[in-house]
């Protein structure tokens, strides 16, 4: 089962930062979080991840809290072609099951114009 | 590099029948993953294989469904007799091995539709 609860959809102006919520509560120190996003009729993509700190790659920037029970995945100038189901999910480091990446739901994000 | 490639694209067949769909992995990456992708759910992981073993297939219903990776480079998932439940997408994934920091590479699917 997914640990992490997204809401299920977001709207967001084309343009604008668009901030997805993830809530990890249960999430174990060596657990890292991570982000994917699935575009209509394609496989889902790798956005970003992280353990502890905030990252920021060429996609998106993702931020944990200190107590790292949730993190925002942010993508600060959202296009038309970012409308997508975009995936948190938690992921152990290695070693037996809690490596897999298990999907949720997600969250359907629309960017309108 | 080239993508994780699947075929065919969709595939619609009637229920008792049977289906098979291919993938071929990005040169190179040892792991391979088959997922099942139902109609407004996330995808759930199927089997996976590490070079040609199987290294998790307990979600796979063995009942009907079976998947090899001869030679540890494309691999099959075979469904024998399709039931309508199993319309769904079937993604492929791949990455080098079994904990990759970047993530997995996934095709685009395979649509199946049972009737």
């Known amino acids: 089962d997914a640990k992490t609860t997204q809401p299920p959809s977001m709207d967001c102006a084309e343009g604008r930062a668009a901030n997805l919520p993830c809530n990890h509560s249960?999430?174990?120190?060596?657990?890292?979080v991570y982000w994917y996003r699935q575009i209509h009729s394609q496989g889902p993509q790798y956005i970003i991840h992280?353990?502890?700190n905030n990252e920021t790659n060429e996609m998106a920037s993702l931020i944990i809290t200190e107590d790292r029970k949730s993190s925002t995945l942010i993508l600060p100038h959202a296009t038309l072609r970012d409308t997508a189901v975009y995936y948190c999910?938690?992921?152990?480091?290695?070693?037996?099951?809690?490596?897999?990446?298990?999907f949720g739901k997600g969250t359907l994000l629309t960017v309108n114009p | 590099e080239a993508g994780v490639a699947q075929s065919p694209r969709y595939k619609i067949i009637e229920k008792r029948q049977s289906v098979a769909f291919w993938c071929n992995p990005i040169?190179?990456?040892?792991?391979l993953y088959w997922y099942q992708q139902i109609l407004g759910q996330g995808p759930k992981l199927l089997i996976q294989?590490?070079?040609?073993?199987?290294?998790?297939d307990s979600q796979l219903p063995k009942d009907r469904f079976s998947a090899e990776r001869l030679k540890g480079v494309d691999s099959t998932l075979k469904i024998q007799p399709a039931k309508l439940e199993d319309s769904a997408v079937y993604l492929c994934?791949?990455?080098?091995?079994?904990?990759?920091?970047?993530?997995?590479?996934f095709g685009s699917g395979t649509r199946l539709t049972v009737v």
């Open positions: 994934a791949s990455s080098l091995d079994l904990s990759p920091p970047g993530g997995y590479t």
């Open positions: 249960t999430i174990s120190g060596n657990e890292y």
């Open positions: 992280g353990l502890k």
């Open positions: 999910i938690v992921r152990g480091s290695s070693g037996g099951s809690n490596y897999k990446l298990t």
């Open positions: 040169s190179g990456h040892a792991t």
């Open positions: 294989f590490q070079n040609n073993g199987v290294v998790d």
